[in-house]
T-cell receptor, first 117, second 109 residues
Framework: EPEVTQTPSHQVTQMGQEVILRCVPI?????FYWYRQILGQKVEFLVS????????KSEIFDDQFSVERPDGSNFTLKIRSTKLEDSAMYFC???????????????FGQGTRLTVV | GQNIDQPTEMTATEGAIVQINCTYQ??????LFWYQQHAGEAPTFLSY??LDGLEEKGRFSSFLSRSKGYSYLLLKELQMKDSASYLC??????????WGAGTKLIIKP
């Protein structure tokens, strides 16, 4: 069964450093997302990406964050100058195919636990 | 603003039935999802409702009333493995998913 894969599963970084979280969405999906979940809190939308550009972003997704689809398979989230409060689980998700673009469920990767120390 | 409300925590007994409610106020509505999330894991899709009524899928059923901005997830014949958080999420007029905070369901033997 196709799945979304994320690497690494756990990343520890020092405050002020840059991190890149990697995701491989399901191959025929068209929409890609990043979500964040701080421990014990709700899932928060960060950004959605479609047709090689950002389609929506939340107020959390400021200049510290960027996304990129460097090739046909990877979808990355870069966090610059990490802060302690960036520690969270980051989930990548993908959805939608050419046959059915809207109102399809998002399939989530297993997440990357980012710890900023 | 956009808001989704769910109870924070519920407790039920193995073999019983539990109903988890969700109310929402969003700018537009294009469907409601229920996801299950075990601690430390990714959310997994359970159900999708866009029309009023009940959708049944095995032990799980989901109900929607658009006029009331209300949904519930019904879990029957509860098993210990059903202990998890249950997340309600609504797609708004921009097809953006708005998430509730989740309901932590504790199953007791």
């Amino acid at each position: 069964e196709p799945e979304v894969t994320q690497t690494p599963s756990h990343q520890v970084t020092q405050m002020g450093q840059e991190v890149i979280l990697r995701c491989v969405p399901i191959s025929n999906h068209l929409y890609f997302y990043w979500y964040r979940q701080i421990l014990g809190q709700k899932v928060e939308f960060l950004v959605s990406f479609y047709n090689n550009e950002i389609s929506e972003k939340s107020e959390i997704f400021d200049d510290q964050f960027s996304v990129e689809r460097p090739d046909g398979s990877n979808f990355t989230l870069k966090i610059r100058s990490t802060k302690l409060e960036d520690s969270a689980m980051y989930f990548c998700a993908s959805s939608g195919t050419l046959a059915k673009t809207m109102n399809t469920e998002a399939f989530f990767g297993q997440g990357t636990r980012l710890t900023v120390v | 603003g956009q808001n989704i409300d769910q109870p924070t925590e519920m407790t039920a007994t193995e073999g019983a039935i539990v109903q988890i409610n969700c109310t929402y106020q969003t700018s537009g509505f294009n469907g409601l999802f229920w996801y299950q999330q075990h601690a430390g894991e990714a959310p997994t899709f359970l159900s999708y409702n866009v029309l009023d009524g009940l959708e049944e899928k095995g032990r799980f059923s989901s109900f929607l009333s658009r006029s009331k901005g209300y949904s519930y997830l019904l879990l029957k014949e509860l098993q210990m493995k059903d202990s998890a958080s249950y997340l309600c999420a609504v797609t708004d007029s921009n097809y953006q998913l708005i998430w509730g905070a989740g309901t932590k369901l504790i199953i007791k033997p």
